[in-house]
């Protein structure tokens, strides 16, 4: 497949370089907003490989391999180490070249709840499933809805995947809430309240280099999907967050 941006063009040859078989034996799947961003549409600018890995014998392995091995345990040869591998209970950290593209690549070893996931028909990476994708994002906008150093970029790929899906799939929700509790529709719900300020709007847009437009309706859909699934959180539908 061919993406329009040359960036993404690089990232989804990295993915492919990839050694998918060792990926999906210890359950490694492509996550993220990237992941998100390659599979529709391309809607927004994304450098950065995200995989979660929720087995602790994958973890470890991976772990061992990749500081004993570099980037060659799991990607071609192309692909070349720019800082030293960073390692902790938490994830694996790496700044790669490929073709002259740098990308920030990480493994998060992810504890809060179960993953599951198959391989993208496009890439041939094990990517996770569309449910633990929402899942995975309502848990990054409770822990930085606010950031606008990202650009709100969870709520906006959140809306993303309603626009393609149509609402919160009940299973995230769910999984979501097992782990965070009510925080998951507390911070949505405020998140999509600063989200009726024009100038957070347009925030968002230069941040991730995206059109307003296309900001709107992401916001548009994942506020609609907020009020059903979370009918009772306080989700706004007009007016200024700063009354």
């Known amino acids: 497949m061919r993406y329009i941006r040359g960036e993404h063009q690089a990232i989804a040859a990295a993915l492919s370089s990839m050694n998918h078989d060792v990926l999906q034996w ?11 961003v390659l599979r529709f549409g391309e ?8 995989f979660l890995c929720a087995s602790s014998a994958g973890y470890r392995n991976l772990r061992n391999a990749i ?11 192309e692909v070349s180490l720019l800082r030293d591998v960073k390692a902790d209970a938490y994830g694996i ?6 073709r002259g593209q740098p990308i920030k690549f990480e ?4 504890t809060r709840i179960a993953l599951t996931g198959e391989r993208d028909p496009v890439l041939g990476v094990p990517t996770l499933s569309i449910a ?3 899942a995975e994002k309502l848990l990054a906008n409770a822990d930085r809805c606010y950031d606008r150093a990202v650009g709100y970029r969870d709520a906006i790929d959140l809306g993303v995947l309603v626009q393609f899906h149509g609402q919160l799939p009940r299973e995230a929700v769910m999984k979501s809430e097992e782990a965070y509790g009510r925080d998951i529709a507390r911070k949505l719900a405020g998140i999509l309240n600063h989200l009726l300020n024009a100038e957070a709007l347009r925030h968002a847009a230069s941040t991730l ?24 959180a306080g989700i706004r539908t007009d007016g200024s967050t700063f009354d």
Do not use: H, K, W
């Open 93 to 98: 950290r790496m700044l790669l070249s490929y």
């Open 26 to 36: 210890t359950e490694c799947f492509f996550g993220g907003g990237t992941a998100i």
């Open 67 to 77: 500081i004993e091995e570099g980037p060659g345990a799991i990607f071609s040869n």
């Open 43 to 50: 809607y927004r600018r994304s450098l950065d490989l995200d």
């Open 132 to 134: 633990d994708m929402f």
């Open 107 to 110: 493994i998060v070893r992810e």
């Open 209 to 232: 280099d995206m059109g307003e437009d296309a900001v709107i309706s992401a916001v548009s859909a994942l506020r609609s999907a907020g009020l059903q699934a979370f009918p009772q």
